[in-house]
């Protein structure tokens, strides 16, 4: 068995497409291995700022040998075709075999091939792989075709420490690498895979990546901990940071604290995104504190201190360029940026983003007035009105992830109600919790779907470039966790209304009227056909896959919105559990069963007549003993289901259900449904009609699986 080492060095690979190159790199070469026949003990990967690299261990120095059966044409086929066959295969007549089968006699060769050496499948390989690399952004370099993330300026390609000769669009491989950049003189030889990692740390580079993570996570927080602060621990710095080092040195610096007049999260995201520095707190106070750790790629001779000062510089220009435009945006009211939103595109052809906001002012508010306790739709259309003006803001414009974030801190600065305060601030967040957070939270996220599915526009397959499930994951999460008893047609169909009528007024007042939620048929039948069923099914989709996570099966969701008319999400997932629970059990395993079974027959026996047998069941027809029974349960069970559906105790509805297991097993056990008589047959279909409505009555079992 051999080991082979594999390095790609290129000019600087950005941070955040390492991990994934890495992983591309071993499933490429394992996919070239499985197709040559080979396959190695293990294949790690690495990353660094200049290098790719992969060690595969335990390969075999040659593929087995290999034997191939083929059979040709018929013994007495025509000189012609035999000839190709032979041709084809290499052998002559005298080496084929004639074997019978059901459609005669036919000529068999037995094509014999040699294994290949490892070393000749690799030099085919690697090219092929290199070539073919799935980099996001790719370029091309001086007159070369190959296209790398960087320029590609060395390979090293080491089978059991023996050269495995390639070329690479006029880059030969060899066995010498560059360590690193400032800390190593000249060219390294590797002399093995063995050896390579230990000879990359001898000229300062650390090979692996989480080692590289590491230790930035521990010096940082040492060097936090020395100066009496706690380390802001965030794990996508810290990747990055080790996709930015080959030989890390985490540093602490200071900045002025008057710095800390600015919102914590403008100082913490002008330091990561920016600088990549890590942010420091008070461990007493929990505030921000007035330092940073930055991750050099070099030891200093003087422990650091210039690059800490010079990074101290840069940080201070930075700071101050944010300390200006949150001066700058507090001298206005925060209402005053409304008027930047009219200049602004929510998207092509649905109007701008001051349109969008009077959208969700009037449809925050409402939301606030049918289904909260509380009751107060003023606030809340006032946050939905100044939910988006902070984009106009100077702060925003230059750091847009501070979007809500500081709309809630220039609303609380201009004297806003704490619930608009926390609703900028939460807007964005995956769940709001409160009721005006979640009145303009669902609101934004309604209006948002509502526009594109009424334009068509949604997800398909993996793609989602308007982040549309994230959305409706939103309102579906902020809904449950608060347990809002929000019914979801009304609130998309008064969306749909706003996004159609504009700024029609007297259009928009009649719509916040009582009638709007009473009017049935015509208007939400329109709806519904219009786009309203997929905007349905899509939250349904979502739902499923939400409650995926907490255990709960997705059929079960199926069955439950398959009865129509069940939009309110926090009764949906509560008929949903008891219902979970009730198949469990062996009344329910049974029950579904007998539902199915009735199911069955009568979809066979309605289809045969072209009837349908929902109607009522004749006494007098009731023969058999458990035919009667079974009519008097039913009697009993389907006004009990409803009632305790109505009164949403579902666990008492599928109690009431479960009393029917006995009747029906007894049923179907002694009682034959197509009886010779037209009208007994007929009755004992309506009486399985009545099954499938009691059962019908909590959800469809049709659609659960067995």
Same mark, same amino acid.
């Given at each position: 068995?051999?080991?082979?080492?594999?390095?790609?060095?290129?000019?600087?690979?950005?941070?955040?497409?390492?991990?994934?190159?890495?992983?591309?790199?071993?499933?490429?070469?394992?996919?070239?291995?499985?197709?040559?026949?080979?396959?190695?003990?293990?294949?790690?990967?690495?990353?660094?700022?200049?290098?790719?690299?992969?060690?595969?261990?335990?390969?075999?120095?040659?593929?087995?040998?290999?034997?191939?059966?083929?059979?040709?044409p018929k013994a007495d086929a025509p000189a012609q075709a035999i000839d190709g066959f032979l041709k084809s295969t290499g052998l002559s007549r005298d080496q084929l075999e004639e074997r019978d089968d059901p459609k005669g006699r036919f000529l068999y060769a037995m094509i014999s091939k040699a294994g290949r050496p490892t070393r000749d499948?690799?030099?085919?390989?690697?090219?092929?792989?290199?070539?073919?690399?799935?980099?996001?952004?790719?370029?091309?370099?001086?007159?070369?075709?190959?296209?790398?993330?960087?320029?590609?300026?060395?390979?090293?390609?080491?089978?059991?420490?023996?050269?495995?000769?390639?070329?690479?669009?006029?880059?030969?491989?060899?066995?010498?690498?560059?360590?690193?950049?400032?800390?190593?003189?000249?060219?390294?030889?590797?002399?093995?895979?063995?050896?390579?990692?230990?000879?990359?740390?001898?000229?300062?580079?650390?090979?692996?990546?989480?080692?590289?993570?590491?230790?930035?996570?521990d010096g940082a927080r040492a060097q936090a901990t020395a100066k009496g602060l706690e380390l802001i621990e965030d794990a996508g710095l810290l990747a990055e940071n080790a996709g930015l080092t080959e030989w890390p040195v985490p540093l602490i610096g200071d900045f002025d604290p008057s710095f800390l007049d600015v919102p914590p999260e403008?100082?913490? !995201?002008?330091?990561?995104?920016?600088?990549? *520095? +890590?942010?420091? #707190? =008070? $461990?007493? /106070?929990?505030?921000? %504190?007035?330092?940073?750790?930055?991750?050099?790629?070099?030891?200093?001779?003087?422990?650091?201190?210039?690059?800490?000062?010079?990074?101290?510089?840069?940080?201070?220009?930075?700071?101050?360029?944010?300390?200006?435009?949150?001066?700058?945006?507090?001298?206005?009211?925060?209402?005053?940026?409304?008027?930047?939103?009219?200049?602004?595109?929510?998207?092509?052809?649905?109007?701008?983003?001051?349109?969008?906001?009077?959208?969700?002012?009037? !449809?925050?508010?409402?939301?606030?007035?049918? *289904? +909260?306790?509380? #009751? =107060? $739709?003023? /606030?809340?259309?006032? %946050?939905?009105?100044?939910?988006?003006?902070?984009?106009?803001?100077?702060?925003?414009?230059?750091?847009?992830?501070?979007?809500?974030?500081?709309?809630?801190?220039?609303?609380?600065?201009?004297?806003?109600?704490?619930?608009?305060?926390?609703?900028?601030?939460?807007?964005?967040?995956?769940?709001?919790?409160?009721?005006?957070?979640?009145?303009?939270?669902?609101?934004?996220?309604?209006?948002?779907?509502?526009?594109?599915?009424?334009?068509?526009?949604?997800?398909?397959?993996?793609?989602?470039? +308007?982040?549309? #499930?994230?959305?409706?994951?939103?309102?579906?999460?902020?809904?449950?966790?608060?347990?809002?008893?929000?019914?979801?047609?009304?609130?998309?169909?008064?969306?749909?209304?706003?996004?159609?009528?504009?700024?029609?007024?007297?259009?928009?007042?009649?719509?916040?009227?009582?009638?709007?939620?009473?009017?049935?048929?015509?208007?939400?039948?329109?709806?519904?056909?219009?786009?309203?069923?997929?905007?349905?099914?899509?939250?349904?989709?979502?739902?499923?896959?939400?409650?995926?996570?907490?255990?709960?099966?997705?059929?079960?969701?199926?069955?439950?919105?398959?009865?129509?008319?069940?939009?309110?999400?926090?009764?949906?997932?509560?008929?949903?559990?008891?219902?979970?629970?009730?198949?469990?059990?062996?009344?329910?395993t049974n029950l579904l069963a007998g539902y199915k079974r009735a199911a069955n027959i009568l979809r066979i026996e309605e289809k045969k007549d072209g009837a349908s047998f929902d109607g009522d069941v004749e006494a007098k027809l009731l023969t058999a003993a458990e035919e009667q029974r079974l009519a008097a349960e039913l009697d009993a069970?389907?006004?009990?289901?409803?009632?305790?559906?109505?009164?949403?105790?579902?666990?008492?509805?599928?109690?009431?259900?479960?009393?029917?297991?006995?009747?029906?097993?007894?049923?179907?056990?002694?009682?034959?449904?197509?009886?010779?008589?037209?009208?007994?047959?007929?009755?004992?279909?309506?009486?399985?009609?009545?099954?499938?409505?009691?059962?019908?009555?909590?959800?469809?079992?049709?659609?659960?699986?067995?």
């Amino acid at each position: 068995m051999a080991d082979f080492l594999l390095e790609l060095f290129s000019e600087e690979i950005p941070a955040r497409m390492q991990p994934k190159a890495a992983d591309d790199l071993k499933r490429l070469f394992g996919e070239a291995l499985a197709a040559a026949g080979l396959k190695a003990s293990a294949i790690e990967t690495h990353a660094t700022p200049r290098r790719l690299a992969l060690i595969a261990t335990g390969l075999p120095l040659a593929t087995a040998d290999q034997q191939e059966e083929r059979r040709g044409p018929k013994a007495d086929a025509p000189a012609q075709a035999i000839d190709g066959f032979l041709k084809s295969t290499g052998l002559s007549r005298d080496q084929l075999e004639e074997r019978d089968d059901p459609k005669g006699r036919f000529l068999y060769a037995m094509i014999s091939k040699a294994g290949r050496p490892t070393r000749d499948v690799l030099a085919e390989a690697v090219p092929s792989i290199v070539r073919a690399f799935p980099w996001p952004k790719s370029m091309r370099w001086g007159s070369g075709t190959l296209r790398w993330v960087r320029p590609l300026h060395s390979i090293i390609a080491l089978l059991d420490g023996d050269l495995v000769d390639l070329d690479i669009d006029g880059i030969r491989s060899g066995r010498t690498t560059t360590g690193h950049r400032f800390l190593s003189r000249g060219t390294i030889e590797i002399a093995s895979a063995a050896d390579y990692a230990a000879t990359l740390r001898a000229a300062h580079v650390i090979l692996s990546a989480d080692e590289r993570a590491k230790l930035i996570g521990d010096g940082a927080r040492a060097q936090a901990t020395a100066k009496g602060l706690e380390l802001i621990e965030d794990a996508g710095l810290l990747a990055e940071n080790a996709g930015l080092t080959e030989w890390p040195v985490p540093l602490i610096g200071d900045f002025d604290p008057s710095f800390l007049d600015v919102p914590p999260e403008v100082i913490q !995201l002008t330091m990561r995104v920016n600088q990549k *520095y +890590f942010a420091c #707190r =008070d $461990p007493k /106070t929990g505030a921000l %504190a007035p330092a940073f750790v930055c991750v050099a790629n070099i030891e200093a001779s003087d422990g650091g201190a210039a690059i800490v000062a010079g990074n101290r510089k840069v940080l201070a220009a930075r700071l101050s360029d944010a300390k200006f435009f949150w001066e700058q945006d507090k001298k206005q009211a925060l209402e005053t940026y409304l008027a930047k939103l009219d200049g602004m595109l929510f998207y092509e052809g649905m109007g701008s983003l001051r349109e969008k906001t009077e959208r969700l002012s009037r !449809l925050s508010s409402e939301i606030a007035r049918r *289904y +909260f306790p509380e #009751r =107060d $739709p003023a /606030t809340a259309e006032r %946050a939905g009105l100044l939910a988006k003006a902070d984009l106009g803001t100077g702060m925003v414009g230059e750091f847009p992830e501070l979007q809500g974030i500081m709309g809630g801190y220039y609303a609380e600065q201009g004297g806003e109600k704490p619930g608009v305060v926390a609703a900028l601030k939460q807007q964005y967040l995956p769940v709001a919790e409160g009721c005006i957070p979640a009145c303009v939270a669902i609101a934004d996220r309604v209006d948002t779907l509502a526009a594109f599915f009424a334009r068509g526009i949604k997800p398909t397959g993996s793609k989602d470039p +308007f982040a549309l #499930r994230r959305a409706a994951l939103g309102i579906i999460q902020t809904i449950t966790h608060n347990q809002i008893r929000m019914p979801l047609l009304p609130v998309l169909m008064f969306a749909d209304r706003l996004i159609s009528r504009g700024g029609d007024k007297s259009l928009i007042e009649d719509m916040a009227q009582e009638a709007f939620y009473k009017r049935q048929g015509t208007d939400s039948t329109a709806f519904l056909n219009g786009h309203g069923f997929a905007l349905l099914d899509f939250f349904a989709d979502r739902l499923k896959v939400q409650q995926r996570e907490a255990g709960v099966r997705h059929d079960l969701i199926d069955a439950v919105f398959a009865l129509g008319g069940e939009d309110d999400l926090v009764r949906l997932l509560a008929r949903v559990k008891a219902l979970q629970a009730f198949v469990a059990t062996e009344d329910g395993t049974n029950l579904l069963a007998g539902y199915k079974r009735a199911a069955n027959i009568l979809r066979i026996e309605e289809k045969k007549d072209g009837a349908s047998f929902d109607g009522d069941v004749e006494a007098k027809l009731l023969t058999a003993a458990e035919e009667q029974r079974l009519a008097a349960e039913l009697d009993a069970v389907i006004p009990d289901a409803r009632a305790a559906v109505e009164r949403e105790d579902f666990t008492a509805a599928m109690a009431s259900l479960a009393r029917l297991r006995a009747p029906i097993d007894a049923f179907f056990t002694d009682v034959t449904v197509n009886d010779s008589n037209a009208d007994v047959r007929a009755n004992r279909l309506r009486l399985l009609g009545r099954i499938r409505a009691a059962v019908h009555t909590v959800a469809d079992f049709s659609r659960i699986e067995s």
